[in-house]
């Protein structure tokens, strides 16, 4: 059964009018929080510098860029296994690759799927192609799959994604690994492109949303089948000011009330520094019910029968560098209601029932300090425009 309750998060219970008495930026200094505050720079040194050692053995000069060859295997590295939208984007692209590549080789970074033989990078001999289908910051563990000499001749490739102007210094070691990226939009591509001169190509993920998967039935999740059902889906462990939960809560208020025809699920994932957003998000819906929050883990499957019993799809973010979701809810022929800035204004206006909100820029700040190199600005979305939008959408549903 999902998870909708309203549990205790703190081990020490907190009333809500003890909650409610602090400001909300006292309320977020948890012990979690301060915890990840003060490792952060220690955490960041350390993995740099054993991203940089790790890389040292595979790297080569910049302005040399190898073009793959015939003799060699060709392979594929990607978190195939993994819940996020960057593992499901991986295995998009792993679906295209292999009608490119019939013998494509595909290496898991996480346990292997069901029906993926397990494969031991070491025994493929020679690599011709690879195709590093992860973030930098996963290099690593990628890299240690193969021995500097298979890979010596390998033309390689990174997809890379990335949500703000501003290039991450932390995956600077990975300019000289790869010879070119690949990247799902051009707003990623523009800040890539700053760091490096290597060729930088805009390739949209290959989205593919399987129809013949049935909508989960709405009962399962307390919701009435003649109701108005939005979905957000978000995962806030690190940065929940991108994915912008509080403005989701603020539209739909806007927009409906409390009426209880008209329900929003926030499927969200969060850490222990970040829970103290769900008592912010509850605290703003207070007594209505027609808002909840979805704590549960899918499946491949499972996620996609969650999204194909949405009426709408609400993605109010920050800052997208593909917006993942926003595009398997257009495919799959659901009205989207986001953000208009970032990646999805690309694509999103080709699609019919797209509802793309007004935005502002504004300075970054996150109080989780996700994102070490400030000094860029994204996007606040009008939630004013949202509610219209809304309710345009729902009043064509009847």
């Not at 208020?253 to 329900?263: L, P, R, W």
């Not at 820029?361 to 989780?368: A, E, K, N, S």
Request: include cysteine; aromatic fraction near 10%; proline fraction near 7%.
């Amino acid at each position: 059964m999902p998870s909708l309750d309203p549990d205790p998060l703190f081990p020490v219970p907190l009333s809500p009018l003890a909650f409610r008495r602090f400001p909300r930026t006292l309320r977020r200094w948890t012990a979690g929080l301060l915890a990840h505050r003060l490792g952060q720079p220690l955490k960041r040194w350390r993995l740099g510098l054993a991203n940089w050692r790790a890389s040292k053995p595979y790297r080569r000069d910049p302005a040399t860029i190898l073009l793959a060859e015939d003799q060699g295997c060709v392979v594929a590295v990607g978190d195939f296994g993994g819940k996020t939208g960057l593992s499901r984007a991986a295995h998009y692209e792993a679906v295209r690759l292999q009608r490119r590549h019939p013998g494509l080789v595909l290496l898991s970074l996480s346990p292997q799927p069901a029906g993926m033989p397990a494969v031991d990078g070491r025994d493929l001999g020679t690599v011709s192609r690879l195709y590093l289908l992860c973030q930098p910051n996963r290099y690593r563990r990628a890299l240690r799959l193969f021995s500097p000499e298979q890979l010596a001749g390998a033309h390689r490739t990174g997809l890379w994604a990335w949500e703000n102007e501003v290039f991450p210094r932390a995956w600077r070691f990975a300019l000289r690994i790869v010879d070119e990226v690949w990247t799902p939009s051009a707003f990623s591509q523009a800040a890539i492109r700053n760091a490096s001169t290597l060729p930088v190509v805009v390739v949209p993920h290959h989205v593919m949303v399987d129809l013949s998967i049935a909508a989960t039935e709405r009962a399962a999740f307390h919701v009435p089948a003649a109701a108005f059902l939005g979905i957000a889906i978000m995962d806030i462990k690190m940065c929940p000011e991108r994915k912008n939960p509080w403005a989701h809560v603020e539209a739909w208020q806007k927009a409906f009330g409390d009426s209880a025809e008209h329900v929003l699920l926030i499927k969200m994932r969060c850490s222990s520094a970040t829970r103290v957003v769900e008592h912010e998000l509850r605290e703003m819906i207070g007594a209505a019910g027609n808002i909840r929050l979805v704590r549960q883990d899918f499946s491949d499957a499972e996620q996609v029968a969650f999204q194909r019993m949405a009426d709408v799809y609400v993605s109010l973010h920050r800052a997208e560098a593909y917006g993942l979701n926003i595009r398997e809810f257009l495919e799959m022929g659901t009205p989207v209601v986001a953000t208009h800035w970032s990646a999805n204004t690309e694509y999103g206006p080709d699609f019919a029932h797209y509802r793309g909100v007004r935005a502002g820029l504004v300075r970054y700040r996150d109080w989780m300090g996700h994102y070490p190199d400030a000094g860029f600005s994204w996007a606040d979305a009008d939630t004013d425009h949202a509610a219209r939008l809304l309710r345009e959408v729902a009043d064509a549903s009847r």
